[in-house]
């Protein structure tokens, strides 16, 4: 047995170079995953991109899952520097006009993962408008924020569900991205201000996590 | 292959025009033919399986095949070309090669996508996707198997196969409206109510 193997302590690295891939206990996730416990027929958006773990974990419960890549379109709307490439006000509409296009009222849940920390204004409200539209009355999203202050650039992740409070960070590879922002509470209560609550959750490992209610 | 065939089961001539002498009359300085069925002559062995049983492994469109259209196939098939339209494989399998441009609604018992695809798929059985595919569409099966490094975009509706159907129940009642479950006690969450 390999101490710490799972836990995160001492993350196995996937290649040379690249970040390591993490595994970790989201307390957002345990909350998110009580409602698919208790209801049936959910429809679930996952904005990781399409993975056999979250697939396999989300359709286990008998809901429906949708998947849709937001970094992937962020990369190809805006670039390598999203931060630079989305200041274009036609790559912006770009990107709305390619992401969250799905009808009014369409998900239960969402897991939006960290996506929106690389987002700028205006375009994190219209992101956060657009996910609060076509989330149904009384769904609710994870989301997910790095707390560290000094930090510029991070690696991208895709998240992985393992089990309904343990989830695997795996990086993308050759992406790290600069975020747009430090979020602190303050923020996020004003992106989400219409939103009818507002959970956080505080970890060890400079993740801030959130449980968005409609 | 080693038991003596029937009259019947061996070749018939093709019958000689009304004008024509008999082979008796004809003077002939070859030997008579003999129809043998052994295997030093195979040369000369007579093949009875029709050519439409014959095993020629599954359909297939190449690369540089465009078609515009339905497909409907009874057998096993592999499109690796550009097809715009609907393809039906009910009960066989379809494959998708990493060529393959497809702006299509597919239908087959199994499904495996090496290519591009723009559509919505059904598949009674299985799909599986490949970390080189793309698909962007809506995705109806039994059970999925998607690579690491496929793109997907589009919903999954996971079909529980059915073995033994059951007896017609009353409509069950409608499901509450979705809500999150009591908070989950945690002394690191704090809650801001709006």
């Known amino acids: 047995m390999i101490f710490g193997a799972g836990k995160g302590i001492f993350p196995k690295s996937t290649a040379k170079d690249a970040p390591p891939t993490l595994t970790r206990t989201s307390s957002g996730l345990n909350q998110f995953c009580s409602v698919l416990?208790?209801?049936?027929?959910?429809?679930?958006?996952?904005?990781?991109?399409?993975?056999?773990?979250?697939?396999?974990?989300?359709?286990?419960?008998?809901?429906?899952?949708?998947?849709?890549?937001?970094?992937?379109?962020?990369?190809?709307?805006?670039?390598?520097?999203?931060?630079?490439?989305?200041?274009?006000?036609?790559?912006?509409?770009?990107?709305?006009?390619?992401?969250l296009t799905f009808p009014d009222n369409s998900f239960d849940g969402i897991l939006v993962w960290d996506a929106l920390q690389f987002l700028s204004s205006p375009l994190i409200e219209q992101a956060v408008a657009q996910l609060l539209r076509i989330m149904r009355?009384?769904?609710?999203?994870?989301?997910?924020?790095?707390?560290?202050?000094?930090?510029v650039r991070f690696p991208v992740?895709?998240?992985?569900?393992?089990?309904?409070?343990?989830?695997?960070?795996?990086a993308r590879p050759g992406s790290t991205y600069q975020r747009s922002q430090y979020f602190n509470s303050r923020n996020l209560e004003q992106l989400f201000e219409h939103a009818s609550s507002i959970k956080f959750f505080l970890t060890r490992d400079h993740l801030r996590e959130l449980i968005i209610r409609k | 292959m080693w038991s003596k065939?029937?009259?019947?089961?061996?070749?018939?001539?093709?019958?000689?025009?009304?004008?024509?002498?008999?082979?008796?009359?004809?003077?002939?300085?070859?030997?008579p033919r003999r129809e043998t069925n052994t295997m030093s002559s195979p040369s000369?062995?007579?093949?009875?399986?029709?050519?439409?049983?014959?095993?020629?492994?599954?359909?297939?469109?190449?690369?540089?095949?465009?078609?515009?259209?339905?497909?409907?196939?009874?057998?096993?098939?592999?499109?690796?070309?550009?097809?715009?339209?609907?393809?039906?494989?009910?009960?066989?399998?379809?494959?998708?090669?990493?060529?393959?441009?497809?702006?299509?609604?597919?239908?087959?018992?199994?499904?495996?996508?090496?290519?591009?695809?723009?559509g919505n798929v059904d598949a009674t059985d299985k799909i599986d996707i490949k970390k080189e595919a793309k698909l962007v569409g809506d995705i109806k099966t039994s059970r999925i198997v998607i690579e690491d490094g496929a793109y997907f975009k589009g919903s999954i509706d996971i079909s529980k196969a059915v073995v033994n159907k059951p007896a017609p129940q009353p409509a069950a009642a409608p499901q509450p409206a979705p809500q999150p479950?009591?908070?989950?006690?945690?002394?690191?969450?704090?809650?801001?109510?709006?």
């Not at chain 1, 773990?53 to 390598?80: L, P, Q, W």
């Not at chain 1, 992740?157 to 795996?170: A, C, G, P, S, W």
């Not at chain 2, 004008?19 to 070859?30: K, N, R």
């Not at chain 2, 908070?183 to 109510?193: F, G, Q, S």
């Open chain 1, 37 to 99: 416990g208790a209801y049936q027929d959910l429809s679930i958006l996952d904005m990781s991109g399409a993975s056999q773990a979250n697939i396999s974990f989300v359709t286990g419960y008998g809901h429906r899952i949708s998947s849709d890549d937001i970094i992937g379109t962020m990369g190809e709307c805006f670039g390598k520097d999203l931060l630079e490439g989305q200041q274009a006000a036609s790559n912006a509409q770009r990107f709305l006009d390619q992401s």
């Open chain 1, 137 to 151: 009355s009384g769904g609710q999203m994870l989301v997910y924020f790095n707390s560290q202050e000094k930090a």
């Open chain 1, 157 to 170: 992740y895709t998240y992985r569900i393992q089990d309904h409070r343990t989830v695997t960070q795996v």
């Open chain 2, 5 to 31: 065939r029937t009259q019947d089961e061996l070749p018939q001539r093709p019958e000689k025009p009304a004008g024509a002498p008999p082979a008796s009359a004809v003077p002939s300085t070859e030997p």
């Open chain 2, 44 to 118: 000369r062995v007579f093949d009875p399986e029709p050519i439409s049983t014959r095993s020629t492994g599954p359909a297939a469109l190449g690369k540089n095949v465009t078609i515009k259209g339905q497909i409907f196939a009874r057998e096993d098939l592999t499109i690796d070309g550009e097809v715009e339209g609907t393809v039906e494989c009910q009960e066989h399998r379809l494959t998708i090669g990493p060529n393959a441009r497809v702006q299509a609604g597919l239908k087959a018992r199994e499904i495996i996508i090496h290519g591009s695809i723009q």
């Open chain 2, 181 to 194: 479950a009591a908070a989950v006690p945690n002394a690191a969450a704090a809650v801001t109510a709006k």
